[in-house]
Every structure is written in C-alpha cells, then in structure tokens.
C-alpha cells in the first residue's frame, strides 16, 4: 500500500490516506472516488457543510479505575528505571455513552483536523503530524495539557520541570525522525501554546514546530515517508522501537486507527494528523481512547486525572 501511495504522487492524483497505529490496516482511496460515508476535515479543506449545533446532549464517562491504572503506571515506571524507555505514552479505552450520533458528533465537533470513517470510528484531532509544502516538511509535535481555567495556567506548564523534559524528548525523537527521510532540520519554534475546546473545559496544549528539507521528487516517495516516521513520536515514546513493545505488553486492548494517522495529498502538498482525540464502536458501544506521556517524575494521580480530562465532546 505505502508503493501505492508513491504511484499516486508519482502521477500527482490527490488522494485521502488512513493508517492505524500498527499499519496492519492502510486506507488509501482517490479524492474523486471517495466513498459517500467518509467525511474529513484537514484545516480549511473539507468534504462537508459546516452545520451549528442544534440539540443539547450529554456524554457519560465509565473510565477505568484508578486501581488499575496505577498498576499500570508502576509497569511502566519499572521499565524506565531499567532504562529500557524514557518516556512511554500509555493509553486506554473508556466506554462511554451519549445521545449524539457518530455523524452528529463529527459535524458539531470543533477541531482543526476531523475524520468520520464509515460510522466505525470518529477523530477530531488538534495535532498536525506532517505537512508537506514546496520541498519543505513540517512537523508539529503535542505534550503537555493543562487547564486552562488554573491561576497561571500558561507559565506553570511551561515552567514545570517535568513537562519540559517529556516535551523535550518528544522533540528529539521528532527531529530524528525527519532526519531519516530529510536533512537540514532544525526546531523553528519551541514550546508553544494553543487553546482547544474540551467540552465543559479549555485545555492548553504545548506545541513545538519542526523543519527540514526534502527532496524535489518528493511526490514519489510520500509512502515511503510516512512508512519511515510512523507511528508518530508523539504517542510512542523514545527509544521509539522499544517503547512499542513495551506498550504492546502493558495496554489491555488494541489501539487500532486510534494513534495512527490520517491525510490528504492534493497532487502539490500533503497535510496530516495523529489521530488522538477518537471515538471507536464496537459492537453498537462506544468507546473513547485517551492517555498521555509518562516519565519517572509523573504524577499518578495527574496523570490518570489528564486521562479522563481528554474524554470530551469540543462542541
């Protein structure tokens, strides 16, 4: 599928791409043919209306307990003591329940990055993974969430010693991983914040921006890019290849499309994001998959708090 995926930049056919966190499963399909049930939303690029919300609604959380997550956060914190990972992104999945449908909670939904996929699953997104422009790649790598309603929200995030270092390895990894498949890169923006929607609440999120230079004949080779830099750093951890075993033997379930990646390549550029924020149905339930970045300074508690904090509805 990745060789599928250069044949079309090779001809310059714009196409939408999924790929899921293992990349056992890939969706590639042409723009012009896509499917009536596949709705996205990449920034200003869009396949639908726009529709104001027009129904109240609720959502109901059932996460998992603290108990259980602390079992595995100490797991976790094992490894990193034997120096077997620094930072490991530990994730779970919630049931959850809610009047709206998975249609309805895509439309509403106010985020920068979207994805509906044939009522199995639903994204909205705010990390960009990569952007592609000219002969210019761009990566913009999330870590750290606080509340943005906290006295001092912003300098307390960036000032705490433990969400510098976990971003700061995010970096790291983020930059070697464009250097497999670019050269001259350099981090243009370092530690920055945005605010998103989460329901109720407004989170800030910190963000650094990444880039480097590829090669003029980079419509060629868009799957062997992608192929090289997933899954994202961002929801794995450093030593990336590691980490992955060690969260394949932690997590109770499979992440599926969830943490992977979604795009579209418009025959010139090419924009994507990590999947994070997402709803998946299994057997008519739902299910919320949600989690964040551990080091050995992490807070339980915080943690297993940030965990239910990132279950919402931006609408």
């Not at 196409?15 to 590639?28: A, N, P």
């Not at 943490?259 to 339930?285: C, E």
Request: hydrophobic share 35%; proline share 3%.
């Amino acid at each position: 599928m990745f060789e599928y995926m250069n044949s079309l930049g090779r001809d310059r056919v714009p196409f939408l791409f999924i790929i899921s966190y293992d990349k056992s499963q890939i969706f590639i399909q042409k723009l012009h043919e896509l499917d009536s049930d596949i709705y996205y939303k990449l920034n200003q690029k869009r396949n639908y209306k726009k529709e104001p919300i027009d129904k109240t609604f609720f959502l109901k959380k059932s996460p998992i307990s603290f108990d259980r997550y602390k079992e595995a956060i100490y797991k976790v914190k094992e490894h990193i003591k034997a120096g077997d990972t620094y930072l490991l992104n530990l994730t779970f999945q919630t049931p959850i329940d809610t009047d709206l449908s998975m249609l309805e909670i895509f439309k509403y939904s106010q985020a920068n990055y979207k994805l509906y996929f044939k009522d199995t699953f639903v994204c909205f997104s705010p990390e960009r993974f990569i952007k592609i422009e000219s002969n210019t790649i761009s990566t913009y790598p999330m870590k750290g969430t606080i509340d943005a309603n906290i006295d001092n929200a912003k300098e307390k995030i960036l000032q705490d010693t433990k969400e510098m270092a976990e971003h700061t390895m995010i970096v790291d990894l983020m930059r070697n991983d464009l250097g497999i498949v670019a050269n001259s890169v350099r981090v243009e923006k370092f530690r920055y914040i945005d605010k998103i929607k989460a329901g109720e609440k407004e989170l800030y999120q910190v963000s650094s921006h990444i880039e480097a230079k590829v090669d003029k004949l980079w419509h060629q080779h868009i799957g062997d890019i992608l192929d090289s830099i997933t899954p994202a750093g961002s929801i794995t951890g450093t030593p990336k290849r590691k980490t992955i075993e060690i969260i394949e033997s932690i997590e109770d379930y499979d992440r599926d499309f969830y943490t992977g990646i979604f795009g579209i390549y418009d025959g010139n550029s090419l924009d994507s994001s990590v999947m994070i924020r997402f709803i998946d149905k299994q057997q008519n339930s739902l299910y919320y998959k949600s989690g964040g970045g551990i080091t050995l300074d992490s807070s339980t508690q915080s943690e297993y708090q940030e965990l239910i904090d990132k279950i919402y509805l931006p609408i």
